[in-house]
């Protein structure tokens, strides 16, 4: 599957404002934001936060902003599945607020040589990988160093997916809609990766929820999944998810770790 400038492969598998006019997409007020639809897709947002920095708190007070906005989910028989590590203390805010499930959707980019930070691919719990192929020819990286890259990351993938998940087998999603959790969408890659996998494991209905997303990035994710619910939606090349948040700081694996343990009890 090419999208995006990408390329994708398969690893082996593992156990009110000029903002959102967009000609042809008809506006209807929805759940406190503004649903934007065509027949392909939806985004809600919050009006009030487009183009804002500083709206959330923290992680747990973007949860719960989310969970006001998929209140139509609660009580039903969606399940939350949040992107360790900076998407599961979010996620774990909305699966208690609306009374649903919550499990990890383990994905994780391939990163930089020089830059653990930045990215040029992605690869998923299910050994989906995505290659970045508009960024590549700019890094100068021998094939060598990418192969290097990805199998790096798939070691990682498969070390999170074994501490987080262990014995347990991947939900069945084929009658269920699914909530996937971030804590923000900047390029939107690795989620891809991860909404791609879901599509593998036979989601019939995939929602992607983050507090915050740059705008091009949320387009592109509502045309791959049905609706994208995103409380603040920001333009503009400098965009960074932490501008989002008063107090911002990683989240490590021991924290995802508890969290998947209290939910096992």
């Not at 989620?191 to 996998?197: D, K, N």
Request: hydrophobic fraction near 45%; charged fraction near 20%; aromatic fraction near 6%.
């Amino acid at each position: 599957m090419s999208h995006q400038g990408g390329r994708s492969k398969n690893l082996p598998a593992l156990a009110g404002s000029g903002l959102m006019a967009m000609k042809g997409r008809a506006e209807l007020h929805h759940q406190g934001g503004r649903n934007l639809l065509n027949k392909h897709s939806a985004i809600v947002d919050l009006t009030e936060l487009r183009d804002q920095v500083g709206v959330f708190r923290d992680r747990a007070h973007a949860g719960k902003i989310l969970a006001g906005m998929l209140d139509s989910y609660g009580n039903t028989e969606a399940i939350v599945l949040a992107i360790p590590a900076g998407g599961v203390p979010v996620g774990k805010v909305i699966a208690e607020h609306l009374h649903l499930a919550l499990d990890v959707l383990v994905v994780s980019k391939v990163t930089l040589p020089w830059n653990t930070e930045a990215g040029y691919g992605a690869v998923a719990f299910d050994g989906t990988v995505r290659l970045n192929e508009k960024l590549l020819p700019r890094l100068g990286l021998r094939e060598q160093e990418i192969q290097q890259g990805i199998e790096k990351t798939f070691r990682k993938v498969t070390s999170r997916v074994k501490s987080l998940r262990g014995e347990r087998s991947f939900p069945d999603l084929s009658n269920q809609p699914v909530i996937v959790v971030d804590d923000g969408l900047a390029s939107g890659f690795t989620l891809l990766v991860g909404v791609e996998a879901l599509r593998k494991a036979k989601a019939a209905q995939i929602i992607v929820a983050v507090p915050t997303g740059q705008w091009d990035s949320v387009q592109m994710m509502a045309h791959q999944v049905e609706a994208v619910y995103c409380a603040n939606i920001r333009q503009g090349w400098s965009y960074a998810v932490a501008d989002a948040y008063q107090r911002w700081s990683d989240v490590s694996d021991e924290e995802v770790a508890r969290v998947i343990k209290e939910l096992e009890l």
